[in-house]
């Protein structure tokens, strides 16, 4: 799924930032003297499976450093987690996002310990804005973890077991499936498009009647398919407001920064740098879609001709390819991926087992 050029990537270094106190200098992006046109997107819930993140923490230290500081914070062994599973408890809501999190998190760390690089802009696919929103200095790791923990367990109580249902609807366009969303909704029974993908998968979320409704309107419509997804959480989706709620308030106790590189949002698809705006599109975006698509046109808008998926598996490295094949993508997960970018080279092939 990544980009298949062998191009030299133009890595766009420049000037140093102004270190903050008591942080590592090696871990601070740089702003480029010239525009730089590569990005940084960090994935969501979906992409985690048993083992992520082991094969960094067996060769850096500031990656096992990384995983310690996400354990002792959540009184869980993270590290055993990622690695060893088992892979149903991993995939518990309030273990994956902070699980995911992590992952992506030391594997940047790596990165850029090993690099001087900026990125033009961030993003992150849902849970993923979390990481881009650390990555960008407006949160704190350790914050991060906390409120991405209970972020999990908000959104499971907020739906009972068997109410809520997700669907990923392949071969149609986003608009047909948001007017078939609306003809499945009635005023107790609702579903919505959800996660605009790709031009041509959407996911819709709702009430798991709705959700059926739609589903089966869907495939009368000419979708090539329609997945249900194996989750109970309806993310996304109005059903989510009253997790909105209960997360507005953690994240009034959360110090926000105004952001050192901009993050362009799921609920808007545009960059911001406010600390404000960051705290409030967090609540909105447990109950609105993610416009992944248009992110990523808004990203080669601002210039962007290469993106670099930071984290597990290569989910939004295939999603991207779907948008815009023009666009080359990397993902970095592994000791290899990111000595080639400190290298300056995109891959001609990547591999992993």
Not at 46 to 55: D, I
Not at 95 to 121: D, F, G, H, R, Y
Not at 212 to 233: C, D, M, Q, T
Request: aromatic fraction near 6%.
């Amino acid at each position: 799924m990544g980009g298949n050029t062998g191009k030299m990537v133009d890595m766009g270094q420049g000037s140093t930032m102004k270190q903050r106190s008591g942080e590592d200098s090696s871990l601070i992006p740089r702003f480029p003297d010239s525009p730089v046109r590569f990005a940084f997107v960090f994935p969501g819930q979906g992409s985690q499976y048993v083992g992520m993140g082991k094969e960094v923490w067996d060769r850096f230290q500031i990656a096992k450093d990384t995983f310690k500081e996400a354990s002792d914070i959540l009184k869980k062994d993270i590290a055993k987690l990622c690695f060893e599973g088992p892979e149903s408890e991993l995939n518990l809501t309030e273990n994956t996002q902070p699980a995911i999190l992590t992952a992506s998190i030391a594997i940047w760390k790596v990165l850029a310990a090993e690099n001087t690089i900026l990125p033009s802009c961030v993003a992150g696919h849902s849970l993923g804005e979390y990481t881009a929103l650390v990555v960008s200095g407006a949160l704190d790791f350790k914050d991060a973890v906390r409120i991405v923990n209970l972020r999990g367990k908000f959104m499971q109580e907020a739906v009972p077991e068997g109410i809520g249902a997700m669907a990923a609807v392949l071969g149609l366009k986003g608009d047909i499936v948001k007017d078939i969303c609306k003809e499945a909704s009635t005023d107790n029974s609702v579903a919505v498009a959800a996660n605009f993908n790709s031009p041509e998968q959407t996911v819709i979320s709702g009430n798991k009647a709705a959700v059926l409704k739609a589903s089966s309107l869907a495939k009368e419509r000419g979708a090539k398919r329609v997945i249900p997804l194996p989750v109970s959480v309806p993310s996304h989706s109005p059903l989510m407001q009253p997790a909105a709620k209960k997360l507005e308030q953690e994240l009034k106790k959360i110090n926000f920064k105004d952001l050192n590189i901009p993050v362009v949002t799921n609920v808007d698809a545009e960059p911001i740098t406010s600390s404000d705006k960051a705290r409030e599109l967090l609540v909105k975006q447990l109950y609105s879609p993610v416009r992944w698509v248009e992110s990523i046109a808004k990203m080669k808008g601002l210039g962007v001709e290469k993106i670099i998926e930071i984290g597990p598996g290569k989910v939004l490295t295939g999603l991207i390819k779907r948008i815009d094949s023009d666009i080359e993508t990397m993902n970095v997960e592994k000791a290899e991926d990111i000595k080639l970018v400190a290298a300056g080279f995109m891959p001609a092939q990547i591999t992993h087992p």
